[in-house]
C-alpha cells in the first residue's frame, strides 16, 4: 500500500511511476466525490460569511439559541455536536458581537442561560440556510441503512489515515 502522505523524491513511488498513475479509477472517482462534498461545504459558509459577515458555525449556534431561549453551553454543545470548549468560544465570540446575551440561571446561580438579542436575530432572518450547514441538512435525509454503511465505510478510512479522534468534535465550518 502506498502512502501518498511520504515525501518521495521526484514525485515517483512504485518503479518509477507517478503518484497520479498509481491512485487507480475507483479510489480517484471517491476522491474526486470527496472534493465534491468539501467543495460544497465550503461554498455554503463562504456564501453565509459573504451574506451577512458571521461564519456558519455561529450562524448554527444563533439558530438553536433562538429556537432554544434561555439553553445553556453544554446543551448548545451538544445540540451543535461539538465540543463543551469550543462552544464556549462560539458563544463568547456571539457575545463579544452583542449578537447573545448571557444571563446567570436562577435556579442554579452557576449555570449560564443563552439568549439571542435583536442583531442575532436581524442575522438569522438574512443567512441563508439552512442554519446547520449544508452537510448535516443532506445526511438527514439520507436512509438509515445508507447511513449506516457510510459510517462503516468510513470508520475503516479514519483509521487508514490514523485521523485524530478529537478533530470529530470541531464544526466544519472552522476547518
Known amino acids: 500500500m502506498v502512502n501518498p502522505c511520504t515525501n518521495v523524491s521526484a514525485d515517483l513511488t512504485l518503479e518509477g511511476r507517478s503518484e497520479a498513475t498509481v491512485l ?28 451577512v459577515g ?11 439559541i433562538q429556537v432554544r431561549p434561555g439553553i445553556g453551553v453544554n446543551e448548545l454543545a451538544k445540540a ?7 462552544a464556549s468560544n462560539l458563544v463568547r465570540a456571539l457575545v463579544d458581537r452583542g449578537l447573545v446575551a448571557t444571563a446567570r440561571a436562577e435556579r442554579d446561580r452557576r449555570a449560564v442561560e443563552l439568549r439571542l438579542l435583536p442583531p442575532g436575530a436581524e442575522i438569522l432572518a438574512h443567512s441563508p440556510g439552512p442554519f446547520s450547514g449544508v452537510l448535516p441538512e443532506a445526511l438527514a435525509q439520507l436512509d438509515d ?28 465550518a472552522s476547518m
Open 145 to 172: 441503512a445508507t447511513l449506516a454503511r457510510m459510517e462503516s465505510d468510513l470508520t475503516r478510512l479514519i483509521g487508514l489515515l490514523d485521523a485524530d479522534d478529537e478533530s470529530a468534535g470541531l464544526p466544519l
Open 54 to 64: 458571521v461564519g456558519g458555525a455561529q450562524v448554527w449556534a444563533l439558530s438553536v
Open 80 to 86: 451543535l455536536d461539538i465540543r463543551q470548549s469550543t
Open 24 to 51: 487507480d479509477e475507483p479510489a480517484a472517482r471517491v476522491l474526486r466525490r470527496f472534493r465534491q462534498v468539501f467543495n460544497a461545504v465550503k461554498t455554503h459558509f463562504q456564501q453565509v460569511e459573504r451574506q
